[in-house]
């Protein structure tokens, strides 16, 4: 993680501490990650002490659960129930309420409020940070974009961490997301845990970034410090939990809509959307339209929405996409193979929340390798043939 | 030469609001009741600021506190500066639209997405295939080749509705088959014993059509199989895929690619369409329920 040119330093847990103070002190919300509702989930803290220190994950297909560690580490736990996705673009965003009364409806856009403070992330792991590079790419580098994130964005300050405990379900690696950011923060930071004292290894990312390091006690990072960082990276990227073989990954979506894979996870997915609920990258979002008793006054807001709903589609006639199994495809084939076409990149960053998450335990890796084993089943005869 | 392409050129569409999901106020001017479930409004801007738009574009358009829905422009682009929407009742939002009263407002963002690119076609046949409320969207590029009718060799409209009941803008229809040039051929779904024109698909219009299919662009709107098949038959006369031009219509929630609703594989239709060339639809086209 270390670049040319830049100074990587030290500092202590109170040294992070010192850190929030400063974000706070400047005026940040700042979100960490912390224990809520038996998972662990980014919060607005004040304090290290609501990090989830001594508490690591456990993560399978449709199980999660905190397991104490048997150390200090407040960062050592894989990704979390959630990613910045519902702070930077919320559930529910009010977009603007018109007054109905008079003659003429009178507007008044959401935007124009009262900004709220700007958002900085602490612990943010290099997954979310690349999903983050994605929705930067989808809401705000088009023709069109949105007006609501890009102002929210734009103040956001990012904190991340080297994931050095990842989970069963994590894949980044696959996906080169992850697990050492290594772009798009302000501050990145590798706890140091398993030998000598609790410590970070911070760098600076952005002059901003640097400015904060300024404020905080901390020692220029000794080489010892340097390699022992670099190599808590690479050996969580040599224990990643799953592997997705991303081969031809879009030929294969592309050429195989009609694969019995997509009848078989059809026959096992509820489309309860969970899926796309806690994906990091999916952005797809429907409208609702309130008004109040008296018609005097309406809202609208931009909400989430989930492909596999069946309104999703609707169009006069009925649902384009009727079937689970069409359901299913459209995104998976979304975020593997169309998502090239659209956006340049691949729209998964291997963070593992589907499985987790899928109370069926579908597993996005697991079908993709089936998909591929079936294709190449049936080509393989066809090869044989003069 | 210029001049020609000075007259064939369409006005530049009006670039997006400030933010693109914040409507623009308009007034209903004049509403009509085409057919049994169809109407058609006439809309002012209350800011002035007449919305100008390529034949093919579409407007998203509420009712407010009830819904927004993407509809065509149906006006002419050349034409008075009201905005023209012609709406076939089948839903909440466009039950709330059709039914809003003279003086009224409604909310109006865009115009949105890819338009008929009519002006392309100038030099050549034209052919139109349309399938009921899709003469709505057709509408203001038919008004350009009348426009501009010189510019255009054989100029062909078939159209097929439900039943001569649902047959839309019938005076139209009239003024462009006698007035204008164009070889208009209407047939119905159903008929009863009453009616003396054709009974059949729209798509058993195309033999008798009579233009040359090596220089004629199509533009062809109406429900997806009717398209397909109808582009599929044109294509098998000799009409090069990409001069025939579909619009599509899925659900649309934002019109300006961010909702996700209008994917079709790669394509966000809501900008990347909802008018395409056959050669980019067929094979997207051709798969259940992508
Ligand atoms: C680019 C574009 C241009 C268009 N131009 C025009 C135009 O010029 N004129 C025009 O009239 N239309 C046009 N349309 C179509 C128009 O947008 C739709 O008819 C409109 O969105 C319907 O909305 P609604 O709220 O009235 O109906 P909805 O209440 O949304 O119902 C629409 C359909 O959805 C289905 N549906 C809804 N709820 C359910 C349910 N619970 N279960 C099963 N099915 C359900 C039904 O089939 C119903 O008919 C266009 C569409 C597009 C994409
Ligand atoms: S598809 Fe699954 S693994 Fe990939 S980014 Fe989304 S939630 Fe994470
Ligand atoms: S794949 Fe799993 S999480 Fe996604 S909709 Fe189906 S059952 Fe729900």
């Known amino acids: ?386 | 030469m210029t001049e020609l392409l000075e007259a064939t050129a369409q006005p530049t569409p009006d670039p997006p609001t400030p933010d693109p999901m914040v409507p623009r106020v308009f007034r209903v001017e004049r509403t009509r009741q085409d057919t049994r479930d169809t109407y058609t409004l006439e809309l002012s801007p209350l800011d002035g600021e007449p919305l100008r738009f390529a034949p093919g574009q579409f407007t998203m358009l509420q009712a407010w506190g009830i819904g927004e829905v993407p509809i065509s422009i149906s006006g002419d682009p050349h034409g008075s500066g009201l905005l023209e929407h012609t709406i076939r009742n089948v839903g909440n939002v466009t039950r709330a639209l059709v039914h809003t009263s003279r003086g009224a407002t409604v909310g109006v963002r865009g115009p949105f997405g890819t338009g008929w690119e009519v002006e392309r076609g100038a030099g050549g046949d034209v052919v139109f295939i349309v399938g009921g409320i899709g003469l709505a969207p057709l509408r203001p590029a038919i008004l350009h080749v009348v426009r501009h009718r010189d510019q255009y060799g054989r100029v062909v409209l078939l159209y097929g509705a439900r039943t001569p009941d649902d047959i839309l803008f019938a005076p139209d229809l009239e003024h462009w088959q006698d007035d204008c040039g164009i070889d208009v051929a209407v047939t119905v779904d159903n008929a009863p014993h009453s009616w003396r024109g054709r009974v059949g698909f729209v798509t058993s219009l195309i033999p008798r059509a009579g233009f040359d299919p090596l220089r004629t662009t199509a533009y062809v709107c109406g429900p997806e199989v009717m398209m397909r098949s109808s582009a599929l038959a044109l294509r098998d006369r000799g009409v090069a895929a990409d001069r025939i031009r579909l619009s599509m219509e899925r659900s649309m929630k934002c019109g300006i690619g961010l909702c996700g609703h209008c994917q079709l594989r790669e394509l966000f239709l809501c900008v990347d369409g909802p008018v395409l060339g056959f050669d980019r639809l067929e094979p997207l086209m051709s798969r259940w329920e992508l």
């Open chain 1, 1 to 386: 993680m270390t670049k040319p040119g830049n100074v990587a330093r030290t500092v202590m847990l109170d040294g992070l501490q010192e850190l929030i103070d400063a974000l706070l002190g400047r005026g940040y919300t700042v979100f960490g990650p912390t224990v809520v509702d038996g998972v662990i989930d980014y919060r607005p803290i004040t304090s290290v002490t609501q990090l989830p220190q001594g508490w690591g994950d456990v993560q399978d297909n449709a199980s999660y659960r905190l397991r104490r560690r048997d150390d200090d580490a407040v960062f050592a736990f894989a990704c979390g129930a959630q990613s910045a996705k519902p702070v930077l673009f919320p559930a529910d965003e009010l977009l603007w309420r018109a007054r109905l009364g008079g003659a003429e409806p009178e507007i008044e856009r959401a935007v124009d409020d009262k900004p709220a403070p700007p958002y900085a992330f602490l612990g943010l792991r290099s997954c979310d940070l690349a999903a983050i590079g994605i929705h930067d790419r989808v809401l705000s580098s088009r023709q069109f974009g949105d007006t609501h994130y890009a102002l929210r964005r734009e103040d956001t300050l990012i904190v991340a961490v080297t994931c050095t405990d990842p989970a069963g379900t994590c894949f980044c690696v696959s996906m080169d997301t992850g697990p050492v950011p290594r772009s798009g923060f302000d501050l990145a930071v590798t706890e140091l845990y398993a030998d000598g004292p609790h410590r970070f290894v911070v760098e600076a990312g952005t002059p901003r970034g640097e400015e904060l390091l300024d404020q905080v006690a901390s020692t220029a990072a000794s080489d010892e410090d340097l390699v022992a960082a670099e190599r808590v990276g690479a050996e969580a990227a040599a224990r990643m939990g799953r592997v997705l073989d991303g081969t031809n990954l879009k030929d294969l979506l592309y050429d195989n809509t009609e694969s019995p894979v997509w009848d078989d996870v059809a026959s096992r997915c509820l489309r309860c959307t969970n899926c796309t609920l806690v994906c990091p990258t999916c952005f797809c979002t429907s409208i609702t339209d309130a008004s109040d008793l008296t018609g005097t006054t309406a809202e609208r807001h931009r909400v989430w929405d989930s492909c596999f709903s069946e309104e999703y589609s609707y169009i006069h006639g009925g649902a384009v996409r009727e079937s689970g199994r069409s359901r299913y495809r459209q995104w998976m084939t979304h975020k593997l193979a169309a998502w090239h076409d659209q956006f340049g990149s691949s729209g998964c960053v291997g963070c593992g929340r589907c499985i987790t998450w899928c109370p069926a335990a579908i597993d996005i890796t697991a079908e993709v390798a089936e998909l591929r084993r079936l294709a190449e089943q049936r080509q393989r005869p066809q090869e044989a043939r003069p």
